[in-house]
């Protein structure tokens, strides 16, 4: 299967919630967020796959350093030996591969591969089923690198709303504009997805990737969620703080739109990028937060 590699051999992280709570409890729901990111992404000192070398049709890599982790396995960098080109590997043990989780990986492989028509989605170089491996059994997916890291990161160093920066200054102006470019490269994106009958459905700052070019290059990552179902009765799916109201457990059991859930989570990002917060925990009305936007939606 293309971006699948299977050797033959013989794992949310969140903006601070700022609502009607106070200024200081806000600061610390900031301080949890950045701290449970790091936790987030932090290697296991046990890991086996670093260090550890993938021989696949023309590419030598050797994943030389941890990135990040993922709900079924790690991420790392990997260096081409032959060509020094850089990628990120999605690896997957073997271990956790039941039938249900290899069925996810395919769909997630086939929902981005189908998006693949447009530079913002994150590429993946063509794949081949490796000959030799010094790494334990299991499926190592190859994905362009992104440099810059995800648009969580610089959110939080307050690249795109410096609390600082005094309203109309022109650093104000300049971070506004930081934060427009990005927005509607994303949108771009995201109705490129759409168009091609793709909803994403866990948009998020930590699935928005960066690369250090003259001007930032975006990059839409992880489509493990996505569906190409015009409506679906699955909740739940997502991250809580971008999941919009129909989509969550407790809602009533009805048939939604993916799509148009994609556009909520687009409207807390734009929230995220221009004030540094989320507006609310959760879109249910038992959150305060998300019960006062109720009662006064303007």
């Known amino acids: 299967m293309d971006a699948i590699i299977t050797p033959n051999t013989s794992s949310n992280s969140s903006l601070s ?159 506004e504009a930081a934060a427009r470019h990005v927005f509607l490269a994303v949108l771009d994106i995201v109705l490129w997805c759409h168009s091609q009958g793709v909803a994403h459905r866990d948009l998020k700052p930590e699935n928005i990737l960066l690369r250090r070019r003259t001007h930032w290059e975006i990059r839409l990552a992880d489509f493990g969620l996505a569906t190409d179902c015009q409506m679906s009765g699955e909740f739940g799916c997502g991250s809580v703080f971008y999941m919009s109201p129909e989509c969550h457990p407790c809602a009533e059991a009805r048939p939604y739109c993916p799509k148009a859930c994609d556009v909520w989570s687009l409207g807390i990002l734009l929230i995220n990028l221009l004030r540094q917060l989320n507006p609310w925990r959760r879109a249910h009305p038992t959150d305060s937060g998300y019960k006062y936007y109720l009662s006064r939606p303007r």
């Open 17 to 175: 919630a700022c609502c009607s709570s106070s200024s200081s409890s806000s600061t610390d729901l900031y301080n949890a967020a950045l701290d449970q990111s790091s936790k987030t992404h932090r290697c296991s000192s046990s890991d086996q796959l670093q260090g550890g070398r993938i021989d696949a049709g023309p590419y030598r890599l050797l994943l030389d350093r941890h990135l990040g982790r993922g709900a079924y396995g790690e991420v790392y960098h990997a260096r081409c030996l032959t060509t020094g080109s850089q990628f990120a590997i999605k690896a997957m043990r073997a271990a956790v591969l039941t039938a249900g989780v290899r069925r996810q990986v395919e769909r997630e492989v086939r929902m981005q591969a189908r998006c693949a028509g447009h530079s913002g989605v994150l590429h993946m170089p063509p794949s081949y089923v490796a000959r030799t491996a010094t790494v334990p059994s299991g499926w190592y997916i190859i994905l362009e690198y992104c440099d810059g890291g995800d648009l969580f990161s610089c959110i939080t160093r307050g690249e795109f709303a410096g609390k600082t920066a005094a309203k109309g200054t022109s650093e104000a102006l300049c971070l």
